[in-house]
T-cell receptor, first 116, second 114 residues
């Protein structure tokens, strides 16, 4: 009954380092999302994948890249980390839009990333 | 564009008090509305939802009614418990460019004291 699993849970990087955040879901959902959560700003969409094989930019994509590896997995990469990317990152998944309209999103527990 | 405004926190209540967290929205289409809850160190969990005007979502004693005329979706609970302490997010969802776009409020932290 895992749902959405994110790794790692915590990470500290130095400015300029790169890393990949991993996300996997076991609910057979078509759509997956990456958000960042910052104090006082709610959640902001970085990238999304409406279905396997497609990815698109969200509200704040600069400095990030994504890969939809297969239906289960959607990774987020920081190529050259900057202090402004210090945040909590959440992966989410949901049914596709055409399967009953607005379905709720299911979230992982987050990755807390600090960039020094 | 779409937006969600919810009351700022923190909201501090005594156990068994009545809870209201206000949420209003602006949207161009006919969105669905959600309340999510986030406990410390965890991701967001769906609390309740409403998909059309006048729908009432309910779960675990929490309720919210989709009011199109006032563009509101206020969260209420008649008697809060210490275990309800968390951050609550109001959100709306609509279709945009073929995907489910979700717009979140900034969250309201609730503290319930014994």
């Amino acid at each position: 009954n895992a749902g959405v699993t994110q790794t790692p849970k915590f990470q500290v990087l130095k400015t300029g380092q790169s890393m990949t955040l991993q996300c996997a879901q076991d609910m057979n959902h078509n759509s997956m999302y990456w958000y960042r959560q910052d104090p006082g700003m709610g959640l902001r969409l970085i990238y999304y994948s409406a279905s396997e094989g497609t990815t698109d930019k969200g509200e704040v994509p600069n400095g990030y890249n994504v890969s939809r590896l297969n239906k289960r997995e959607f990774s987020l990469r920081l190529e050259s980390a900057a202090p402004s990317q210090t945040s909590v990152y959440f992966c989410a998944s949901s049914e596709a839009w055409d399967r009953g309209g607005n379905q709720p999103q299911h979230f992982g527990d987050g990755t807390r990333l600090s960039i020094l | 564009g779409d937006s969600v405004t919810q009351m700022e926190g923190p909201v501090t209540l005594s156990e068994e008090a009545f809870l209201t967290i206000n949420c209003t929205y602006t949207a161009t289409g006919y969105p669905s509305l959600f309340w999510y809850v986030q406990y410390p160190g965890e991701g967001l969990q769906l609390l309740l939802k409403a998909t059309k005007a006048d729908d009432k979502g309910s779960n675990k004693g929490f309720e919210a009614t989709y009011r199109k005329e006032t563009t509101s979706f206020h969260l209420e609970k008649g008697s809060v418990q210490v275990s309800d302490s968390a951050v609550y997010f109001c959100a709306l969802s609509d279709r945009e460019r073929g995907y489910q776009k979700v717009t979140f409020g900034t969250g309201t932290k609730l503290q319930v004291i014994p």
